[in-house]
Nanobody, 124 residues
Framework: QVQLVESGGGLVQAGGSLRLSCVASGRTFTAAVMGWFRQAPGKEREFVAA???????YYTDSGKGRFTVSRDNAKNTVYLQMNSLKPEDTAVYYC??????????????????WGQGTQVTVSS
């Protein structure tokens, strides 16, 4: 059974940083594309970043230059380093795993498994 467990969320002031982690288990981690999404109250879940096994990364425009996705295949872990945080980054952040490419790493429909989410709150 696949499990994704996020950690690292919290409350931070605008301009601050957080690093989210997601540990995967239950399936070959190196074969998965790992994604990060977020969902603010009343809004759709939206793409933040993704990383392929070989290290190719994908970002939304709002995250480029501020967010960095990385992975440690030996630890079955994917990270999201978030710098220069803004109040509009406030959301529940979800880790997702994709073992079967369907066409777009930017789409939540691409991913097979999801973590439970971790809250990120950025105060102004």
């Amino acid at each position: 059974q696949v499990q994704l467990v996020e950690s690292g969320g919290g409350l931070v002031q605008a301009g601050g940083s957080l690093r989210l982690s997601c540990v995967a288990s239950g399936r070959t981690f190196t074969a998965a594309v790992m994604g990060w999404f977020r969902q603010a109250p009343g809004k759709e879940r939206e793409f933040v970043a993704a990383i392929r096994s070989g290290g190719t990364t994908y970002y939304t425009d709002s995250g480029k230059g501020r967010f960095t996705v990385s992975r440690d295949n030996a630890k079955n872990t994917v990270y999201l380093q978030m710098n220069s945080l803004k109040p509009e980054d406030t959301a529940v952040y979800y880790c997702a795993a994709d073992w079967f490419y369907r066409g777009s790493y930017y789409s939540k429909d691409e991913y097979d498994y999801w973590g439970q989410g971790t809250q990120v709150t950025v105060s102004s």
